[in-house]
């Protein structure tokens, strides 16, 4: 899984460094059109938030808690990080 993170993460840093500025509120709409796909071919799920010179562009919580799919996130939601080794 973390090879799909960074493949994610590496065609985010593409995208928004040949990006033309745009709007701000055309930057958080092609952030959320990103992260949406990226959620939709299982590469990502998460919370997001994008911030440009200091101010919030994009905000959101994208995908389930967990695995069964059950309930939804929300900006709010605590994840329990741990290791299995």
């Known amino acids: 899984m973390p090879k799909l993170l960074s493949k994610t993460l ?5 995208l928004f460094s040949v990006m033309p500025v745009f709007a701000q509120s055309n930057k958080a709409a092609a952030i959320d059109s990103f992260m949406r796909r990226a959620n939709r071919l299982g590469l990502f799920n998460g919370n997001v938030l994008v911030a ?7 905000k959101a919580a994208i995908g389930f ?3 069964s799919m059950q309930t939804m996130l929300t900006e ?6 741990g290791s299995i080794a």
């Not at 440009?52 to 994009?58: A, E, N, P, T």
């Not at 709010?76 to 990080?81: E, P, V």
């Open 52 to 58: 440009d010179d200091g101010k919030m562009v994009y």
């Open 76 to 81: 709010k939601y605590r994840f329990q990080i």
């Open 65 to 67: 808690t967990d695995t």
């Open 10 to 14: 590496l065609c985010y840093l593409i």
